[in-house]
C-alpha cells in the first residue's frame, strides 16, 4: 500500500515505502496525439518529485518511435492510451467516471420575447415594405 499520495493541479504522486518506489501519475487531457516534445515537458514538470516511474495517461500515442525514445531516460515511463487507460486503471478497480445528465427545462416565451424577435431592426424593414406593398393591392 501506498504511504505517502499528493493530488497536484496535473498528476498524482504516490510513495511506497516497502519497495522505495515513487510513482507518478500524469493524466493529459487534451484531445492530441502524444509526441516526444509533449514527454519532455512532462518529465521536466515532475522531475521535482524525483519519482522512479512516471504513468502517463494520453489519447492516442503519435507513432512507434516513442516506445524507443522513452527508454534512453532514467526514470521508468509507461504510455497507456485511452483504451489501455480503461483496461489497467479504471475496470480493475471499478473506478467509472460518474456520468450526470441534467436536463434544462425549455422556457416558453412571453409575449414580449415574441413581439421583441418579430420587431427587431432587421425584420422591421422587411415588414414595413411588404405591408407598404399590400395596401396598393
Same mark, same amino acid.
Request: with cysteine; glycine share 2%.
Given at each position: 500500500?501506498?504511504?505517502?499520495?499528493?493530488?497536484? !493541479?496535473?498528476? /498524482?504522486?504516490?510513495?511506497?515505502?516497502? +519497495? !522505495?518506489?515513487?510513482?507518478?501519475?500524469?493524466?493529459?487531457? $487534451?484531445? @492530441?496525439?502524444? $509526441?516526444?516534445?509533449? %514527454? %519532455?515537458? /512532462?518529465?521536466?514538470?515532475?522531475?521535482? +518529485?524525483? *519519482?522512479?516511474?512516471?504513468?502517463?495517461?494520453?489519447?492516442? /500515442? +503519435?507513432?512507434? +518511435? %516513442?516506445?524507443? #525514445?522513452?527508454?534512453?531516460? *532514467? @526514470?521508468?515511463?509507461? %504510455?497507456?492510451?485511452?483504451?489501455? $487507460?480503461? @483496461?489497467?486503471?479504471?475496470? *480493475?478497480?471499478?473506478?467509472?467516471? !460518474?456520468?450526470?445528465?441534467?436536463? /434544462?427545462?425549455?422556457?416558453?416565451?412571453?409575449?414580449?420575447?415574441?413581439?421583441?424577435?418579430?420587431?427587431?431592426?432587421?425584420?422591421? !424593414?422587411?415588414?414595413?415594405?411588404?405591408?407598404?406593398?399590400?395596401? #396598393?393591392?
Amino acid at each position: 500500500m501506498y504511504h505517502d499520495l499528493q493530488v497536484h !493541479k496535473r498528476y /498524482i504522486s504516490a510513495s511506497y515505502n516497502l +519497495e !522505495k518506489t515513487k510513482i507518478v501519475f500524469w493524466f493529459d487531457a $487534451t484531445y @492530441e496525439s502524444l $509526441t516526444p516534445q509533449k %514527454i %519532455i515537458l /512532462i518529465r521536466k514538470s515532475v522531475l521535482k +518529485e524525483s *519519482p522512479t516511474k512516471i504513468i502517463i495517461c494520453c489519447k492516442e /500515442i +503519435e507513432n512507434g +518511435e %516513442i516506445l524507443r #525514445f522513452i527508454k534512453k531516460f *532514467p @526514470e521508468d515511463i509507461v %504510455i497507456l492510451n485511452q483504451y489501455e $487507460t480503461y @483496461e489497467k486503471l479504471f475496470k *480493475p478497480y471499478n473506478m467509472y467516471p !460518474k456520468v450526470t445528465q441534467t436536463l /434544462i427545462p425549455e422556457k416558453k416565451p412571453a409575449f414580449s420575447d415574441f413581439m421583441a424577435f418579430s420587431f427587431n431592426k432587421k425584420r422591421t !424593414k422587411g415588414l414595413s415594405f411588404v405591408s407598404f406593398c399590400t395596401c #396598393f393591392e
